[in-house]
C-alpha cells in the first residue's frame, strides 16, 4: 500500500510551474494533496517511506525542492542546489512538531504549499496567477451540520485584484470554484453549472450585499 508523498507531488507541481511559466503561457494547475487523509497516518509515511517512493516505483534521484530540500542557484540559470536529503528535511518536520503526531500533517502541507508560492514568485508570476487555497473539512464534525460540517477556510491569493486582507463574507461552496475561475479566465463554460461565480461580487458592494442576503445553499 502506497501512502503519502508531499516531497514528490511539490517536486512534481514545480516543475510544472517552472515550465508553463518558462512558456509564458496561461496555465491551471489542481494541487490535491492527500495529507493528512487515509493511506496510512503521516507519521508511517514519513518513517516508513522515502521521497523517492511513488506510485510508480521508486525514482532513482531524491527531488531536489525550492523552498524544501534546495533552494535555487541565480548564478546557473535558477537551477535547484540541494541543501539536504529528504531524509534530513523529514527530521525537520518532527524538530518543528514538538512530537506532536497531530502537527505532521500541517507542517508538511504548510512547506509544500510555500514552496509553491516561492515557484510563483521566482518565475516572476505570484502577483498576477490567481492562487486559491480550500482547507477539508476538520475531522470532528465533518460528517455532521455543525459548524466543522459545512464551513471550511478557503484563502485566495490574487494581489492584481484582491487587496491584502479583504474578506468575502457571502456563502460560497467547492461548486462556485470552477465557474469563478473560469469567469477570471474570461471563459463561458458551454453548459450548464452548479455553482455562480463570486468575481464580480468582490467588486461590487451592491452584489456582494445582496449574494449575502439572498444566495442559499442547502446540506444534507
Known amino acids: 500500500l502506497f501512502s503519502h508523498n508531499m516531497d514528490c507531488v511539490t517536486d512534481d507541481a514545480i516543475q510544472f510551474i517552472d515550465e508553463a511559466a518558462g512558456n509564458d503561457e496561461p496555465f491551471f494547475l489542481y494541487f490535491n494533496p492527500t495529507v493528512p487523509h487515509g493511506a496510512n497516518g503521516v507519521d508511517f509515511a514519513l518513517t516508513e517511506y522515502t521521497c523517492r517512493d511513488t506510485p510508480d516505483g521508486v525514482r532513482q534521484e531524491e527531488p531536489c525542492i525550492p523552498g524544501m530540500t534546495g533552494e535555487r542557484d541565480v548564478f546557473s540559470n535558477g537551477e535547484c542546489v540541494q541543501t539536504m536529503s529528504c531524509q534530513e528535511y523529514r527530521d525537520t518536520i518532527y524538530e518543528r512538531s514538538s512530537n506532536v503526531e497531530d502537527d505532521l500533517g500541517p507542517i508538511w502541507l504548510d512547506d509544500a504549499i510555500g514552496a509553491l508560492l516561492q515557484a510563483l514568485e521566482d518565475n516572476g508570476v505570484l502577483d498576477s496567477t490567481i492562487f486559491l487555497f480550500q482547507e477539508?473539512?476538520?475531522?470532528?464534525?465533518?460528517?455532521?451540520?455543525?459548524?466543522?460540517?459545512?464551513?471550511?477556510?478557503?484563502?485566495?491569493?490574487?494581489?492584481?485584484?484582491?487587496?491584502?486582507?479583504?474578506?468575502?463574507?457571502?456563502?460560497?461552496?467547492?461548486?462556485?470554484?470552477?465557474?469563478?475561475?473560469?469567469?477570471?479566465?474570461?471563459?463561458?463554460?458551454?453548459?450548464?453549472?452548479?455553482?455562480?461565480?463570486?468575481?464580480?461580487?468582490?467588486?461590487?458592494?451592491?452584489?456582494?450585499?445582496?449574494?449575502?442576503?439572498?444566495?442559499?445553499?442547502?446540506?444534507?
Not at 463574507?169 to 452548479?194: H, K, Q, R
Request: net charge negative.
Open 136 to 220: 477539508d473539512h476538520g475531522q470532528e464534525s465533518k460528517g455532521t451540520l455543525y459548524e466543522g460540517g459545512v464551513r471550511i477556510p478557503q484563502f485566495i491569493h490574487y494581489p492584481d485584484m484582491i487587496s491584502a486582507g479583504s474578506t468575502f463574507d457571502g456563502p460560497v461552496s467547492t461548486i462556485d470554484v470552477g465557474v469563478t475561475m473560469l469567469n477570471f479566465a474570461g471563459i463561458v463554460p458551454s453548459y450548464t453549472t452548479d455553482g455562480r461565480s463570486w468575481k464580480s461580487a468582490l467588486v461590487d458592494a451592491a452584489l456582494a450585499l445582496d449574494w449575502g442576503l439572498n444566495r442559499c445553499i442547502f446540506f444534507e
